[in-house]
Nanobody, 117 residues
Framework: QVQLVESGGGLVQPGGSLRLSCAASGSIYGLNFMGWYRQNPGKERELVAV???????NYADSVRGRFTISRGDARNTVHLQMNSLKPEDTAVYYC???????????WGQGTQVTVSS
């Protein structure tokens, strides 16, 4: 079993920055894809960024150039540095770990990010 815990959400003004972190525990060996998703009420959960165990990254067009995903040295953590935040970035942000892009992912409980003046 795998447990994921996100942290770092909060309220920030437009143009500000936040850093989200996700710590995984349990049987994480072989979970090669780590990602961040976000969701607003009534909308589907959408991919924000993903990083592989080899360090390759991919981003949604809406965040490319503003957000950076990275892995911690301990390899059981993944971070999302969010800069130049916009009100439309407001959402609950979830991290997930999975073995392949088509395998069932493990999800965290989510952390709220609110961008508002």
């Amino acid at each position: 079993q795998v447990q994921l815990v996100e942290s770092g959400g909060g309220l920030v003004q437009p143009g500000g920055s936040l850093r989200l972190s996700c710590a995984a525990s349990g049987s994480i060996y072989g979970l090669n894809f780590m990602g961040w998703y976000r969701q607003n009420p009534g909308k589907e959960r959408e991919l924000v960024a993903v990083i592989t165990s080899g360090g390759s990254t991919n981003y949604a067009d809406s965040v490319r150039g503003r957000f950076t995903i990275s892995r911690g040295d301990a390899r059981n953590t993944v971070h999302l540095q969010m800069n130049s935040l916009k009100p439309e970035d407001t959402a609950v942000y979830y991290c997930n770990f999975r073995k392949t892009l088509t395998s069932t992912p493990y999800w965290g409980q989510g952390t709220q990010v609110t961008v508002s003046s």
